[in-house]
């Protein structure tokens, strides 16, 4: 059995880890919000600027699953320690070099082209990264415990958005509009490449997983095995996350550029909204996650899902009021749902995929979700404000839709798919 003090250890790494790949992630994020469009696409309208701004951003999603794929193999073929080195030394070169890159004034269409090539190597860190911590927490941890120390990955969310928004708020705060736009944007980019030498000190001194030592190694490509024998596992673990991934999205990186740009509020209310929704997933995180381990993990899905589900509407409401505090319980009340569906959902996909391929499927799931509901919804819902007159009904109607698959997933899982084998329980 593992040691306290080597499972703490694990802990700390998964944690760190994630909170620094979140983090670069976020920044880039909050930048195609608030700037991106005025610095790298001048010529377009307001919102065209955005919706660019947005393409740019959503690059990074469509790559997270080739990064599942390419680092999800070594993490099954070599050992997840190896392979979650490599994301987040990736992570953080490119991350350094957005804050490096020059605005359309100075290279013209290249510009963007760099933030495009970029975005894409960001997306591949982040693709290898999630599966690799989840499992480094999940394998290590004892038995009847592993949805804890599973959230221990996923704390890595909130504490990256809450770094990167506070981070944006403060430079927002104390610079001036001209200052921020002009070189202010590129200081949470750079600053990142000493949080990254932290983690890779980190990283290096944890142990390989005892599940992978175990296990026997598959004789084809992982990603050729798990497509064969476990494709409604994949399925099913992309449901579990979907739902949380579009709201949260919508209620983060959408209200930034809804609020600011379609309503008109200052730049300080949208970002007060996005930490407190970092404050909310981070302070519920354990509290679902103990709950996963103590009643089971299905239920705290559900109804973190029916939660969100029920959620889709009410916080365009508050938004439209353009009051700083209903925005913010717009938010977190919303951020409810998703950090029920989130906290267990490393620990519940795991277990769906034997230990030959886990990294790979598990990966695979999550990362497809992240390209669908984290990707193509902020830039379907931004376009919708274009086709609809800046009516937000799409969005909530999309938004509950994922909820509804997040059901269905949960329901075939635990009536058509079952775990691969007995090497699989966790």
């Not at 750079?190 to 296990?215: N, Q, Y």
């Not at 959620?311 to 353009?322: E, R």
């Not at 990294?359 to 404000?385: D, E, H, N, R, W």
């Not at 274009?386 to 009516?391: R, V």
């Amino acid at each position: 059995m593992t040691t306290s003090p080597q499972m703490r250890r694990v802990a700390l790494a998964s944690a760190l880890g994630t909170s620094i790949e979140w983090y670069d992630f976020f920044i880039y994020t909050t930048a195609s919000a608030l700037v991106f469009n005025k610095l790298f696409f001048p010529t377009l309208s307001p919102v065209a600027g955005v919706l660019s701004a947005f393409a740019t951003y959503a690059v990074g999603y469509v790559a997270r699953p080739l990064g599942a794929v390419v680092f999800g193999h070594f993490g099954d073929r070599i050992g997840r320690k190896k392979s979650l080195v490599w994301t987040l030394l990736m992570m953080g070169s490119a991350t350094f070099l957005v804050g490096c890159v020059p605005t359309h004034e100075s290279i013209g269409t290249l510009a963007p082209l760099l933030l495009v090539v970029l975005r894409f190597v960001q997306g591949l860190a982040v693709g290898g990264e999630w599966g690799g911590a989840a499992l480094i927490s999940v394998e290590h941890a004892p038995q009847g415990r592993r949805t804890f120390f599973g959230a221990f990955a996923q704390i890595g969310s909130p504490v990256g958005l809450l770094l990167a928004t506070t981070m944006f708020a403060v430079l927002n705060g104390v610079l001036s509009a001209g200052q921020f736009e002009a070189w202010g944007w590129r200081v949470p980019f750079l600053v990142s490449i000493v949080l990254v030498v932290v983690g890779f000190a980190v990283r290096m001194k944890i142990e390989e997983t005892p599940d992978f030592e175990r296990s026997a190694r598959s004789e084809v490509l992982p990603i050729v095995e798990c497509l064969r024998t476990s494709w409604r596992q994949i399925v099913v673990g992309l449901g579990i996350f979907a739902g949380g991934f579009a709201a949260y999205y919508v209620l983060t990186t959408f209200m930034l550029a809804y609020t600011t740009t379609q309503l008109g509020l200052p730049k300080s209310v949208a970002l007060a909204g996005q930490i407190v929704a970092a404050v909310v997933e981070a302070a519920l995180m354990f509290v679902f996650a103990s709950m996963g381990d103590r009643y089971g993990k299905g239920k705290v899905i559900a109804w973190g899902a029916v939660a969100g589900l029920v959620w889709a509407v009410p916080p365009f409401w508050l938004f439209g009021t353009g009051s700083t505090f209903w925005l913010c319980v717009g938010v977190g009340v919303g951020l409810i749902g998703v950090t029920a569906t989130y906290s267990v959902g490393a620990a519940y996909v795991a277990q769906l995929f034997a230990p030959r391929v886990r990294y790979t499927g598990m990966s695979l799931s999550y990362q497809l979700a992240g390209a669908i509901g984290g990707g193509l919804v902020p830039l379907f819902a931004t376009a919708s404000l274009e086709w609809t007159g800046g009516h937000y009904w799409p969005v909530a109607v999309v938004t509950a839709l994922f909820y509804v698959f997040t059901l269905a997933g949960l329901f075939i899982g635990r009536v058509r798919v079952a775990a691969p084998a007995a090497e699989a329980a966790l």
